[in-house]
């Protein structure tokens, strides 16, 4: 603990007590949830830094407050860095960093691009994709007109009939990148089926952009129109996100970031993204996006050896989503059963599912912070025998929670 929590447990003892069983809960059980990881000890400094005190509207010299000769380095500074980790240079591509999340990020982009009512042809949420993406749940599929595109039975992406439908829907934006995909995606080829309708392509590539930037996941650079970007995820950022589009967009777009739907930026986020995407242009930060993959597919064999079901029949990237049909219990109550346990993961709806997204058919695993631990092969090995163990018996789930435990004991939270 430091000193400053230190501080906190004297002057606020119950928010500090819940700062303090949240950090034992992590440290005790899995945290097998995709798109949640632990960003280091540095992004946390960063991120508590003094810059949380500043307002800094407008852009990087452009402001409407006094006192931002340290704001403009910092800003322009984890530009400069998003732009070298997708290695992309600055007189074709515009990168901001002040979107504070992802679902407003992405509707700042719409609103950038289009016409309300305008067409979007996006993943269907329940295969997938995200509510901010086009879902009726949400101002992205309200404001816009959302036409759906599927994934095939088998559970992949199926280019000819998205090319199919984009070229019989004529949309304005198509959109590529999920939540719950756990394969490669082509995005060359959504970038030609973009480019044959006309229509622009945005990428969210929120779960796997530590990924791309790792080298294990290809970029969707240069076929992309607009990426979107979460930051916490696979990146190991703040929580916040970020927008690169091409140059001739940003007077489109970064408008609608602020003054359009944004105030003031968070600059202590930023600072803290910035400090993440140096850490991510390092050498050992490969090594670790290579780490997610491999522990990924080392999960997804294991499971599928005890007769697990999964979406795709694998994996190629940092997620595992489990068909849980066969085994006669539903994703609702796989997580319950599982955090008794000690590993915690949510349940997820499946391609065609029979389920609701409160009670959907599957749960979807994920192994970016587990890596982050330290954790390898030998332990997603463990992990995947106990998920096993207590779905099969739901009355072990204490007794594998004692394993968890134990395990857990030896790869200590950054
Ligand atoms: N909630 C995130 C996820 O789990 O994928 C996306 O917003």
New binding site residues.
């Given amino acids: 603990m430091t000193e400053d929590f230190n501080m906190l447990k004297k002057t606020d003892p119950k928010i500090a007590k819940l700062i303090e069983q949240e950090q034992k809960r992590h440290q005790d059980t899995v945290d097998l949830?995709?798109?949640?990881n632990y960003p280091s000890k540095s992004v946390r400094e960063a991120l508590g830094s003094i810059f949380v005190v500043k307002y800094a509207e407008g852009r990087p010299h452009k402001r409407y407050y006094g006192g931002q000769e340290y704001i403009d380095k910092l800003e322009t500074l984890a530009e400069e860095r998003a732009l070298k980790a997708f290695k992309l240079d600055s007189q074709n591509w515009a990168v901001n960093v002040q979107p504070l999340s992802?679902?407003p990020a992405n509707y700042e982009i719409l609103r950038g691009l289009l016409d309300t009512s305008d067409k979007i042809l996006c993943l269907h949420l329940p295969h997938g994709g995200?509510?901010?993406q086009g879902s009726k749940a949400s101002l992205s599929g309200q404001d816009f007109t959302p036409v759906y595109y599927y994934l095939n039975k088998d559970g992949f992406l199926d280019y000819e009939s998205i090319e199919e439908l984009a070229v019989k829907e004529k949309p304005k934006l198509i959109i590529a990148g999920y939540?719950?995909y756990p394969r490669i995606i082509d995005f060359e080829k959504f970038g030609k089926i973009a480019k044959k309708v006309g229509a622009y392509l945005l990428t969210d590539t929120?779960?796997i952009t530590g990924l791309i930037i790792g080298g294990v996941h290809p970029s969707p650079f240069p076929w992309t129109d607009v990426l979107m970007t979460?930051t916490h995820?696979t990146l190991r950022g703040p929580r916040g996100a970020m927008i690169i589009c091409r140059k001739e967009l940003e007077e489109k777009i970064f408008p609608k970031v602020f003054p359009g739907l944004q105030g003031g930026p968070h600059m202590h986020t930023i600072a803290a993204l910035g400090v993440a995407l140096g850490e991510a242009l390092t050498p050992a930060f490969k090594k670790y996006a290579r780490q997610i993959v491999k522990n990924a597919g080392i999960s997804a064999s294991e499971l599928k050896k005890y007769g697990f079901d999964l979406v795709s029949g694998g994996t190629d990237n940092h997620l595992v989503l489990i068909d849980l049909r066969n085994k006669n219990i539903t994703g609702k109550h796989a997580q319950e059963l599982l955090e008794k346990a000690g590993i915690v993961t949510?349940k997820n709806t499946i391609p065609y599912d029979p389920g609701t997204p409160f009670d959907p058919s599957g749960i979807?695993l994920g192994t970016p912070a587990v890596t982050t631990r330290g954790m390898k092969e030998k332990e997603m090995k463990l992990i995947a025998g106990w998920i096993n163990e207590v779905i099969n018996n739901p009355g072990r789930a204490k007794e594998i929670r004692k394993k968890v435990e134990k395990l857990c004991s030896k790869f200590l939270i950054p």
Avoid: C, D, F
């Avoid at 949830?33 to 949640?36: K, P, R, V």
């Fill in positions: 949830i995709a798109s949640e992802g679902a995200h509510l901010s939540t719950a929120s779960h979460t995820k949510n979807r």
